[in-house]
């Protein structure tokens, strides 16, 4: 427990420190839902990986306050996010962008279930097909249709 | 001396442990019941030794002995008798105590459980003994949690007070419960690899410890949250932090190996999968352990302030995980599967459950780790909540549309249109409760109304089960009532875990979807508008605690029609010993939702005047059910480990079922 206990406490501390001031937010409610909603994505770099949106960090405040500012100047989310990323490095979003060294992180999960369901599919078809005979079982039965015994057919 | 006699018996446990393993091993070779008898007399001698050094620390901590180390940085003299016993657990050495004593525990209750083979048995012993020596030798030789100091100081350092709280004090008992409970699930797939043999009787005693296991650790979990959510102050109930995915991982193992279990049990099938899922949930719950105690999550340079621990727990880690999934390479390919299903069939359902909670786990194991994985590779990175929401949600919203089928479903092959014709009532009131919530929330969301229908979906699903097990509507009602008696606990039990998921997935969708957040800063008499409450500040106090002072502020809430809801009493805690800060926050339960209002830092206004708080207040709507959801599918595995079924030989099961 100790690790998240002190990611927690230290979180619930920064959090105690400096609340989100109702003063700062923009006049037009629809920007800031838009801002909020790019808070929520974007990763307070010095907390234990909390959003910005959750975070009282000073960084976490100024990072707020940057992107409330691009918003107000009419800056699309998408361009905000190009200038966090282009800051910060990818690090700074929360939801990992679609990239190719993310493949494997996003298409890991749906690897595995496509493979669980080959696996079922396979066994499906194993179990419809009657499986041939072997060797041995198509020598007995050439052995049976004959008139000779197994013994003799092995001459 | 207490704490001398505490670490006495810990090396002896460990001692007791190391001969548990030869007695069970050269018994079982041998084929001597003596020494394997022998074995088993040690397993329950090893877990009254962990007890009689669990007792001890719990002694020092009650004692306030602040000459033991851990007493000294984790209890106070001022602190309540609960959080001094609950302390015991509160640290890295003191937990590992108990997950020895919780391992040890179940070491003793499988040498003493009946009807099991005698050689699998032997070797289930043997492989607990293991697992004992290798985490009873971890602890007297790096963490041991009963040293004493050369220089004891007068007062102790105390217990972080967010942790002073009642879900915490019993989070980690249930928790590790669970996780250890685990233990027994992969001692018995060790030992059935080794002897070779993996059928249904194998599956029917796997099922019995794996059932509580699955329980405890739901329970551990909802604990957890639930503190977050109250303790915290932060207005969330899961963050999926990288130590709640650790306790969720092996929990979602379980629940895959119960239900693989099943097919096991009842068709022989799926042998071969049943044992490694056996054998990766308690992987999962060793990973989750060396994940949290080592640190080397939180920050990849916390792992270096103790590198020592860290490394053993991984090399723990590495030869427990490492032999069981050895074992399982070289043996698994021995093991015939028996049976052959059509895909529509119970069969199929329940495989199909198994594959998306595996891709889950994947999910969840993946977003873990990836900070590390990214670190070897020099880069920095991380996932948060929103690839796990978006991920995890899609893949469960698959399995869970596909679940309410699974238990109407005959096994080996079922007819897709008569079951689709029984569930015809339960997809109506889903479709209903989806497009009613839809249409009348505000604001609309498309997402959210499909995750309530599905949670109706799976609640109306469990209860047609149990109308269709009664023969309800179809037979007269009194012979309805006679089969509904008549029914296995284990029937109820599942019903009850998947009505239960049913609540936590409305809940979930909902409140995510529709929590109302409001914050403003508030002089006495100020008033904000959250949704449609209205709350006032009527004031401020100070108060004192039993070991912090407080401001307490008093808050009304009323509703739209002015009518009084409660009187909340928030506070803003500071604790004398270590100078923190905490927020009490004030619930006013309202039906299903939460009034949930946290009193922030005290503002004085330039000019000197009066000065003002910042209060920050939320609406969460259903969050009960978030909560309730669970405990019901916990309460669901309870019954279902009560069924005498369970209980019975395989002969005598047969008669029974008959």
Redesign the interface.
Known sequence: ?????????F???L??A??????ERLADPAAEARARALF??T?CLVC????ID?SEAPLAHDLRQIIRGQIAAGHSPGQVRAFLTARY???VL???PLSP?NA???A???L??LL??GL?FG??RR?NATPPLSSDEAERLAALESDDGPRQSGK | MTAEFGQFALALALGLSLVQVLLSVVGRVRRNAVLTGAGEGAALAAFACIAIAFGCLIWAFVSSDFSVTNVAENSHTEKPLIYKIAGAWGSHEGSMLLWCFALTGYGAAVAHARGLPWSLKALTVATQGALGVLFIGYMVFASNPLLRLAQPPIEGRSLNPLLQDPALAAHPPFLYAGYVGLSVVFSLAVAALIEGRIDAAWARWVRPWALAAWSLLAVGITLGSFWAYYELGWGGWWFWDPVENASLMPWLTATALLHSAVVTEKRGALAAWTAFLAICAFTLSMLGAFLVRSGVLTSVHAFAVDPKRGLLLLGILGVAAGTGFGLFAWRAPLLKDQSAFAPISRESTLVFNNIVLAAVTTTVLAGTLWPLILDALGKQGGVGAPYYNLVVGTLMAVAFIILPAGPLLPWKRGDALGVSQRLTVAAGLALVAGLAVFALVEPRKAVASIGVGIGVWLIAGAVTEIVERAHGFRAPWAESLRRLKSLPRGAWGMSLAHFGLGLFVMGAAYEGAWKIESTEVLTAGGHLNLGAYHLTLDGVTDRLGPNYDAQHGVIRVTDAAGALVCEAGPERRTFATGGQTTSKVAICPKGLDDIYIVLGERRVADGGGASSWLVRSYVHPWVHLIFLGPLLMALGGALSLSDRRLRLAPGRRREALA
Do not use: H, K, N
Not at chain 1, 18 to 23: K, V
Not at chain 1, 48 to 51: D, E, I, L, T, Y
């Open positions: 427990m100790t690790a998240r206990r002190m990611a927690l406490i979180g619930a501390l959090c105690l400096a609340e989100a001031d109702p003063a929520q994505e990763r234990q990986g909390q959003s959750d490095g990818d690090y929360l939801r990992p060294a494997l992180l996003w890991g999960p749906f595995v279930g669980g369901l079922l066994r499906y179990a």
